[in-house]
């Protein structure tokens, strides 16, 4: 018994350190709703993506472990940075932590989050709902390209499928039932 449990937490370490599969960029334009925030889809360390025109603000979804969490900007302008929980509570936001560049640091309980990234000088009050009236990016001014990074302190991670997958596989479980009766 003792030799399966080593096993066991011997495979799950290796995946976990197998998943971080290098920095996630931003595919397409990532929504800037709670719909549709982009989920990242795979763990890492590193978002990259860019903001343009219309294209104002960003979000992302991803599962975090559990505990202290960081996330700083790196970008040519001058950035904003929020967290949400997964149903799009405001749990921080911040403008300039270093420099104009954002950062966010604070203890998460495992579970899904949001997180989203605009431009100086809109901040809605930290509130998702004000992302829909998001003006035009500024690509002027001293403003640089909208090339972004953020960094988190350790690996976040995709966001589980959804709960129809497991329901699909309790049909599926019933079905191979079904057709065994139907055998037997
Ligand atoms: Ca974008
Ligand atoms: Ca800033």
Redesign the pocket.
Known sequence: MKKIIAAGVASLALISTAAVAGPYT?TG??GQSIRTAQTITHATTTIR????GA?SV?MFAFNWKGGAFTANTSSAFDPMLFLFTGTGTKLAFNDDYAGLQSYIGMNLASGKYLMAINQFSHNYNGQVSGFANAPAFRNSNGNGN?NYTINFNSAINAVPEPASLGLLGVAMLGLAMVRRRKNG
């Open positions: 931003e334009d990532a993506g860019s903001l343009g294209d960003d909208g």
